[in-house]
Nanobody
Framework: QVQLVESGGGLVQPGGSLRLSCAAS????????MGWYQQPPGKERELVAT???????DYADSVKDRFTISRDNAKNTVYLQMNSLKPEDTAVYYC??????????????WGQGTQVTVSS
């Protein structure tokens, strides 16, 4: 089995910063593309950013120049540095990863989500 465990969410004032972390654990051979998604209240889950195992990144237009995705392959961990936060960034943030398991091949996994609230 594989688990993705997120941390780092919370309440922050507009203009503030937060750093989210997501660690993959379990029977892992290799972790492929990892990413972050957000689901605002009453809305669909949307892509925020992705990063390949080689470090190639992609961002939603709404977070470019404010958010930075990075990863530590040795720790199977992905990070999301969020700066200049706006009230519209308020959402549950979910970690996602393509994980290669011995004998089972690749499967896609989701974390349990972490709440980010931007409010004064």
């Amino acid at each position: 089995q594989v688990q993705l465990v997120e941390s780092g969410g919370g309440l922050v004032q507009p203009g503030g910063s937060l750093r989210l972390s997501c660690a993959a654990s379990g029977s892992i051979f290799r972790v492929g593309t990892m990413g972050w998604y957000q689901q605002p209240p009453g809305k669909e889950r949307e892509l925020v950013a992705t990063i390949t195992s080689r470090g190639t990144t992609d961002y939603a237009d709404s977070v470019k120049d404010r958010f930075t995705i990075s990863r530590d392959n040795a720790k199977n961990t992905v990070y999301l540095q969020m700066n200049s936060l706006k009230p519209e960034d308020t959402a549950v943030y979910y970690c996602n990863a393509d994980v290669y398991r011995p004998f089972y091949g690749m499967s896609n996994y989701w974390g349990q989500g972490t709440q980010v609230t931007v409010s004064s």
